[in-house]
């Protein structure tokens, strides 16, 4: 009996450990909504050369998603009556084309070449939220001749905002083409479809270089009156969808509460976010149903407030700082306040293991109890932890901000906004009070040891209880070494983002 007691005993320590891993594992897997090539931030670039036996010939594209074409609109919409007449619609495509021709450079043979820009096209496909994004199309070409060409070619647009960027060579019939460090694949069809098996490292080649053989007969065929070929649908949100319903009957909006509240709870289970494992086990430290709702409380605020000041610096902080750029350096302060609430944490924790064995040798049990109810909970600390949870606001909550400003919802956007990290908080402090609850149990359990240890069915559960520091000692120690793992990773993470340390 004493065997099976043992290995249950090991089981159950087993499971414990197999579960804090998991759960480290998946605060530092990155999420697919932050990696994806279509993100609500991003500014896609597609170029596609042509070769051909007397000109080199250049298919631009440019695939704004919702928040950049959103500050783009002040630019496009000259008269601010929120509306694009035929008239700024045409000024503003050329424009842009102008600017973007001026930002790609080729050069043939170590001479650079002078691009001429033969047509372009803007479109506005519909996004999220009742967003637009905007897709501006372009072609251009320069002159090429002779036996043997080397050409290089460099994209220097937009240089400084994340997303898809993509070169692509295709020679005509008749062009041999030579040494090349570029593809001639089109994985995108021109940024209308991205491959799901590389969402998560989305591609980013802004030049090439290659060399070719004219051949006769290649020559440039004519140049297409239109270049603003169909795109496929938007991404569906089901969240941002709920700022754009038509009626807004009390009934609609009650609903639309509700739903908002279920799309925070799933967010605060999303793999790749953190919140719950640090949450979970910094209660499950030591901690009280008062510490596991203001934890809660404290995430959907900032949450709330972080939306709103990225939001503001979307509007009117644009020009000075990019608002993609906030994410990596809030993920960078959120892995930093964990790691330095974990290291807080394990050096109180330390010491207070070694006078609890000090005490059990001259004093007895007495004076653990004394200690122990002796060293609360800091409320700095956890709200510090709330901070650091609730720093990273969810991108469609900015959707959802910018379609309320644009539809004249600034009320309703408001409320579900609130609603979204209401629902984020409520589940983080139910699993914060389960496990407080487990606690008390298992406190329940270890005071009454030496009569339930007669029962064999639980006395092996009982035997990792005992207070000369196994299971109940062990869980400060081990939550505040999580918490610096966390820590690290979420740190980690950030520093490999666009905008910090990544190339």
């Keep these: 009996m004493k065997n099976s007691a043992c290995r249950l005993s090991l089981l159950g320590t087993a499971l414990v450990v197999t579960l804090l891993v998991l759960l480290a594992v998946a605060v530092a897997l990155p999420s697919n909504v932050a990696a994806h090539p279509l993100g609500n931030f991003t500014v896609n670039r597609y170029s596609r050369l042509e070769v051909y036996s007397d000109v080199i010939r250049i298919h631009y594209v440019l695939d704004m998603a919702e928040i950049p074409t959103f500050q783009e609109m002040g630019t496009i919409d000259t008269d601010g009556d929120g509306r694009l007449d035929e008239a700024e619609h045409g000024r503003y495509s050329a424009q842009k084309a102008e600017e973007i021709a001026s930002g790609l450079h080729l050069a043939v043979n170590g001479s650079s070449s002078e691009l001429r820009l033969l047509t372009h096209g803007l479109s506005f496909p519909p996004g999220q939220g009742g967003l637009d994004t905007l897709r501006l199309s372009l072609v251009l070409e320069a002159p090429a001749s002779g036996p043997e060409l080397f050409v290089e070619y460099r994209d220097d647009n937009y240089a400084d905002r994340i997303g898809w960027k993509e070169v692509v060579i295709r020679p005509a019939d008749g062009v041999t083409l030579g040494e090349s460090i570029a593809s001639s694949e089109d994985v995108t069809d021109e940024l209308r479809s991205y491959p799901s098996d590389l969402l998560s490292s989305p591609l980013n080649v802004s030049q090439a270089s290659f060399t070719f053989v004219p051949g006769r007969g290649a020559t440039g065929p004519p140049v297409p009156q239109s270049v603003s070929g169909p795109v496929g649908e938007p991404s569906a949100n089901a969240f941002t969808s709920l700022i754009t319903v038509k009626e807004q009957t009390l009934p609609v909006l009650l609903v639309a509460l509700l739903a908002a509240l279920g799309f925070g709870a799933l967010h605060a289970l999303e793999p790749g976010h953190g919140k719950t494992l640090v949450a979970a086990y910094f209660v499950g430290v030591k901690g009280t149903a008062r510490h596991a709702l203001l934890l809660g409380l404290t995430i959907a605020v900032t949450h709330t407030v972080g939306v709103l000041a990225i939001g503001l610096v979307t509007l009117y902080g644009s020009k000075f700082i990019l608002p993609e750029q906030l994410y990596p350096w809030l993920g960078l302060a959120s892995g930093l306040l964990v790691v330095g609430l974990g290291l807080r944490l394990l050096a109180s924790r330390l010491p207070s293991r070694k006078a609890h064995a000090h ?49 004249d919802r600034i009320g309703i956007g408001l409320l579900l906004i609130v609603a979204f990290s209401a629902g984020l908080a409520a589940v983080l402090a139910m699993v914060s009070l389960l496990l407080v609850y487990a606690r008390q149990l298992l406190e329940w359990l270890n005071s009454r040891r030496w009569r339930l240890r007669r029962n064999p069915y639980v006395g092996w559960l009982v035997g990792t209880m005992s207070p000369e520091g196994r299971l109940l000692t062990a869980l400060p120690v081990g939550g505040a070494l999580v918490l610096v793992v966390v820590g690290l990773l979420l740190t980690l993470r950030a520093l490999l983002q666009p905008g910090l340390l990544a190339v």
């Design 359 to 407: 005490g059990h040798q001259h004093h007895g049990h007495s004076h653990h109890r004394t200690e122990e109810e002796g060293s609360p909970l800091p409320w700095k600390g956890l709200v510090a932890l709330g901070l650091a949870d609730g720093l990273v606001p969810s991108p469609s909550t900015l959707v959802v901000l910018l379609a309320a400003i644009s539809l």
